[in-house]
């Protein structure tokens, strides 16, 4: 059974602070690791995605891929009130679906 | 682009009911699932298809059936409703090699 694992939170950071959401992964064939943030009531929306071993920054937001130890990252720097959402981490291995971890409640206080 | 479209938005139904969840997508993407999600839990698979003719169950396929005829359309029927199948459901698509998901607006069900 492939599994990804998040802490469900809630992380609660303060306007302008990095927030640092963690994901772990089961399974080791795993490819392709994508960041999605899910607004209440609302459908999941693509932040970032990852390939490779190493950091991807886009704007404010950073994602870290280390394969070797099966764990993927989401950094947010100048936390924003607007960044207050559920954090879902997502993997696939290519030729399958989409496996989603439970999601990391984010909230960022004024 | 409409791109991933779901109906409908709402609905309930009835103990040993059925319906047909509809999704429709107009990117060519090969790719399409299906998910759940309970209240403050994260997406479950239920089933997905890499192409048309071509289709597999996920995490959590009882209960449900898909079809996949056409690229475009990825139905989902629930043939005898249970209060376990109360959820909102997802509809998603994704272009092969990226496997980027892009989501439809969600179809929230209760089954009473």
């Known amino acids: 059974q492939k599994e990804v694992e998040q802490n469900s939170g809630p992380l609660s950071v303060p306007e302008g602070a990095i927030a640092s959401l963690n994901c772990t992964y089961s399974d080791r064939g795993s490819q392709s690791f994508f960041w999605y943030r899910q607004y209440s009531g609302k459908s999941p929306e693509l932040i970032m995605f990852i390939y490779s071993n190493g950091d991807k920054e886009d704007g404010r937001f950073t994602a870290q891929l280390n394969k070797a130890s099966q764990y993927v990252s989401l950094l947010i720097r100048d936390s924003q009130p607007s960044d207050s959402a559920t954090y879902l981490c997502a993997v696939n291995q290519a030729g399958t679906a989409l496996i989603f971890g439970k999601g990391t409640t984010l909230s960022v206080s004024s | 682009n409409a791109g991933v479209t779901q109906t409908p938005k709402f609905r309930i139904l009835k103990i040993g009911q059925s319906m047909t969840l509809q999704c429709t997508q107009d990117?060519?993407?090969?790719?399409m699932y299906w998910y759940r999600q309970d209240p403050g839990m994260g997406l479950k698979l239920i089933y997905y298809?890499?192409?048309?003719?071509?289709?597999d169950k996920g995490e959590v396929p009882n209960g449900y059936n898909v079809s996949r005829s056409t690229t475009e359309d990825f139905p989902l029927r629930l043939e005898l409703a249970a209060p376990s199948q109360t959820s909102v459901y997802f509809c998603?698509?994704?272009?092969?090699?990226?496997?980027?998901?892009?989501f439809g607006q969600g179809t929230r069900l209760t089954v009473v």
């Open positions: 998603a698509s994704s272009p092969p090699g990226t496997f980027e998901a892009f």
């Open positions: 298809s890499v192409g048309a003719g071509i289709t």
């Open positions: 990117m060519n993407h090969n790719y």
